[in-house]
């Protein structure tokens, strides 16, 4: 789960990380209300609030030093829909701004803490060179990023801080405080089950200080039940209706920008799936993991939810029956594609438990399915079809 910036630096600020004086405002006459809360004269930042990074580069933050820079700020950015590299293609509609002091700013720096599944820990990714996409600066600058593991059992200690402070170059009378605040960071992410906390930039200013000037966190789904304050703060303004709608039927989908439908049992499965029609000269409309003890019910949503998303081209799906059972997903199937008039290809390869009761509830339904056994000619069959062949 995703949090917004200013939610994330409120959670931030009870673990003790520095930030700026900011006030949220869902409306026009919020916004007007909360310049109250700072001096216009030293200028404030206008923010759009949104879970994607990329804000600035499309127009989301902008500076105002007076009334009417600030009711400009506000009238272009609240209500717009932004459109940055990490939205989906239309973009994402600004609901809330958050409103900020300004700062002086000696130097800027990147500063992160993730989960390290490889090796089962944390990682820490630093850099000297924040405030721009950190993916560019490790792919030109390799040397120039730092990543540092933690692993759970020994948790943070100082010699990590002073590992940071070297690598960054941190003066040393500024070198104290960044230890103190990546523990902080720590304590946060541990204590809150979060995935990711990145600042960036966290920025020295020019009177020594350390502030985070954004927040963005991610959070472990599976801590949600015992995080209640955290799962208080999901915004589902910021979510997909079709992820949203099939949560109510606990399945795991994702929508993608593809044309390829894709409804599959088991996550390995489902990547497995993706990487095999990329392959094929394709892309998948969707990640959709319908999971292991499907129902009958729960099949027909999984297929609804496919073909409600208007960019698929085809429809592609790939069963292995272990605990899930062919021939509830063949019933499922079925039920959905009469009840919506299906007028997409669909391909179908089932394989294990009650495999061939499945096939013959597919061939016996009237319905047009390509029916496939091999995994690598079925993906070629749907990439064939969805491009009108």
């Known amino acids: 789960m995703n949090i917004h910036e200013y939610q994330g630096k409120g959670l931030l600020r009870e673990f003790g990380v520095p930030t700026l004086e900011g006030r949220v405002a869902f409306s026009k ?7 109250s809360h700072f001096d216009l004269a030293k200028g404030v930042v206008v923010k759009a609030q949104i879970h994607a990074g990329g804000r600035g580069k499309a127009g989301g933050v902008k500076i105002a030093k007076d009334k009417a820079s600030f009711d400009s ?12 590299a ?6 994402q509609c600004v609901r809330a701004l958050y409103i900020e002091d300004t700062c ?3 130097h800027e720096y990147y500063l992160s803490l993730v989960l390290d599944r490889k090796n089962k820990g944390f990682m820490v990714i630093a850099s000297a060179e924040g405030g721009v996409n950190i993916e560019e600066v490790a792919e030109k600058s390799p040397e120039k990023v730092l990543y540092m593991g933690i692993h759970p059992v020994v948790g943070y200690q100082p010699f990590h801080g002073r590992r940071l402070v070297t690598f960054l170059g941190v003066p040393k009378e500024s070198q104290k405080e960044l230890m103190n605040l990546l523990k902080s960071m720590y ?3 541990t204590t809150l089950d979060a995935e990711l906390i990145e600042i960036n930039p966290l920025v020295l200013t020019t009177d020594h200080t350390w502030l985070a000037l954004d927040a963005k966190m991610t959070f472990d789904d599976n801590g949600l039940a015992r995080q209640k304050k955290v799962s208080f703060l999901f915004d589902e303004n910021e979510v997909d209706p079709a992820e949203l709608r099939a949560k109510e039927f606990d399945l795991n989908y994702i929508k993608l920008d593809g044309t390829i439908g894709c409804m599959v049992n088991g996550a390995g499965l489902a990547m497995a799936t993706m990487d095999i029609i990329t392959r094929h000269g394709a892309s998948p409309a969707n990640f959709l993991d319908v999971g292991g003890g499907a129902t009958k019910e729960k099949v027909t949503e999984a297929f609804k939810i496919i073909t409600d998303d208007q960019d698929v081209r085809a429809i592609f799906v790939n069963i292995f029956g272990g605990i899930m059972r062919c021939d509830i997903i063949a019933e499922g199937i079925i039920a959905a594609a009469k009840e919506i008039n299906l007028k997409v290809p669909l391909v179908v390869r089932l394989q294990g438990t009650n495999v061939e009761k499945g096939r013959a509830l597919l061939n016996e339904s009237g319905l047009k399915i390509i029916a496939e056994d091999d995994f690598e000619n079925a993906a070629a069959t749907v990439v064939h079809v969805s491009k009108g062949n």
């Open 29 to 35: 006459e919020e916004a007007t209300s909360a310049l």
């Open 73 to 84: 700020a506000v009238e272009s950015i609240l209500g717009r829909t932004l459109v940055t």
């Open 86 to 91: 990490q939205t989906k293609k239309e973009g």
């Open 104 to 106: 002086s700013i000696k």
């Open 187 to 189: 304590q946060a992410f």
